[in-house]
């Protein structure tokens, strides 16, 4: 199992970034995705995460109304829609898929290797 992030990058305040995460997932069943960021010198915290099943969403209040997670599920890749962004967005963003390795049914975490985002004032 492999998550691959890209997108990330340098904007200025206000604009807005699309960033990826395509999933190779050889017997490996997603139960949910979703993208996690880490600010320098802050922990690691959840941005948006979407169940596979029912398409459910969650997001953090920090970016409730201007990110926007999706998934193509057909293509296994994992979006992450950022409008309106902010200097306090600016972290490595890690894109993070949960669920089971057939056939043995084992529960599995895997993470991607991050994409920088910087938002300039």
């Known amino acids: 199992v492999q998550l691959v992030e890209s997108g990330g990058g340098l904007v200025q305040a206000g604009d807005s970034l699309k960033l990826s995460c395509a999933a190779t997932?050889?017997?490996?069943?997603?139960?949910?995705m979703g993208w996690y960021r880490q600010a320098p010198g802050k922990q690691r915290e959840l941005v948006a995460r979407?169940?596979?099943?029912?398409?459910?969403?969650n997001y953090a209040d920090s970016v409730k109304g201007r990110f926007t997670i999706s998934r193509d599920n057909a293509k296994n890749t994992l979006f992450l829609q950022m409008n309106s962004l902010k200097p306090e967005d600016t972290a490595v963003y890690y894109c993070?898929?949960?669920?089971?390795?057939?056939?043995?049914?084992?529960?599995?975490?895997?993470w991607g290797q991050g994409t920088l985002v910087t938002v300039s004032s």
């Open positions: 993070n898929a949960e669920g089971v390795v057939l056939p043995t049914a084992r529960t599995l975490e895997v």
């Open positions: 979407i169940i596979s099943g029912d398409g459910s969403t």
């Open positions: 997932t050889s017997a490996f069943h997603i139960n949910a």
